[in-house]
């Protein structure tokens, strides 16, 4: 895939352009979005990702548009796992709702700025060592495994990692919000609030979930501009989905058993493809091992799209029947 100087600069330029729209027409002035609004900003956002698709489509063929499209509804559908942590981290911080908005946008520019970072990094690692698709095949099975072992059961306590631990010890911090500030003054003496940690803790976390998300990304697609474009337009739409469906989240209840089995089919794909390019000596002589054919972007489409489907409509059907379940046994009491 040739992808020119000018594309990246127009498509970076795009996504710095689509943040600061989002800085100063948004979380400028603080409110808690309606569900009209947060309605309307994401289907925005996700017609731009899939107008873009159909731009990558037409210009480099249905090979690589496919890639893009699986890569961005897999990265899309790990996103929303990744809101279950986010709603713990603000119920934690007892983050007030019109302040959110900030907190979720500063933690997300973050993580796109690290998560481009491991893109580049995983992107050399796989230009010059195959035996990395070992790996990372690996590292998703074992991740899915985990996924599917955690079932239905969701952390309620949000625990500071080793980042936040080391940022509350070296910086004073105030005890309370001091509107959507991150210092303040108490006494004469500059404090650091706690907007600022619950936005460290937001991007930290983001930056975590990305450990995942690259490797499952680069077994879809090896192109680090698809790679880059699915990451950034799955993490813009992510605020605005963050307050569409945060009362929707605990109804979805077989997500984590969905998601393990797309990580677990792309870490096959992984180990499948390793196989195909494999240099490795111990395993057949350093030979390739083609008998077990490698997996096509409309199948892993197919897979991931009736994957999302079957959990989404699960779960739903799930929670309609424990409702009316509820329901029954409030008549009889």
Do not use: C
Not at 44 to 56: P, R, S, T
Not at 73 to 86: C, Q
Not at 237 to 261: C, M, T, W
């Amino acid at each position: 895939m040739d992808v020119p100087v000018w594309v990246w600069v127009a498509t970076v330029g795009a996504i710095v352009a689509m943040l600061v729209v989002d800085y100063l027409g948004h979380v400028r002035t603080p409110h808690a979005p309606t569900l009209r609004e947060s309605t309307r900003w994401s289907v925005g956002y996700v017609a731009i990702a899939l107008a873009f698709g159909g731009v990558v489509w037409a210009v480099w063929g249905p090979v690589y548009g496919g890639e893009y499209f699986a890569g961005y509804i897999t990265e899309k559908s790990l996103s929303v796992d990744n809101l279950f942590v986010f709603v713990l981290i603000m119920a934690s911080f007892r983050v007030p709702r019109a302040f959110q908005q900030k907190v979720l946008l500063v933690g997300i520019t973050v993580a796109l700025v690290l998560r481009t970072v491991f893109i580049l990094v995983g992107a050399a690692l796989i230009e010059n060592f195959s035996w990395v698709f070992y790996l990372f095949g690996l590292f998703l099975v074992w991740t899915a495994i985990s996924q599917i072992r955690a079932g239905t059961t969701q952390d309620e306590e949000f625990h500071e990692n080793a980042v936040l631990r080391l940022t509350r010890r070296v910086l004073p911090t105030s005890n309370s919000y001091a509107g959507d500030r991150l210092t303040t003054r108490v006494d004469g003496k500059l404090l650091i609030t706690p907007m600022l940690i619950v936005m460290l803790a937001i991007g930290s976390a983001d930056i975590l979930f990305a450990v995942d998300s690259i490797p499952a990304i680069f077994g879809l697609t090896q192109e680090t501009y698809l790679v880059f474009t699915a990451n950034a337009f799955s993490l813009l739409g992510l605020r605005q989905l963050f307050f569409l469906i945060d009362g929707l989240l605990d109804r979805l209840v077989y997500l984590n058993y969905g998601l393990g089995v797309i990580l677990a089919f792309i870490g096959a794909k992984l180990v499948i493809h390793a196989l195909h390019t494999n240099e490795v000596p111990f395993i057949n002589g350093g030979e390739h091992i083609t008998a077990i054919p490698e997996i096509s972007t409309p199948v892993s489409l197919g897979v991931i799209l009736v994957t999302l489907t079957v959990t989404t409509v699960a779960s739903l059907l799930r929670d309609r029947a424990v409702k009316r379940a509820e329901e029954k046994v409030d008549q009889l009491g």
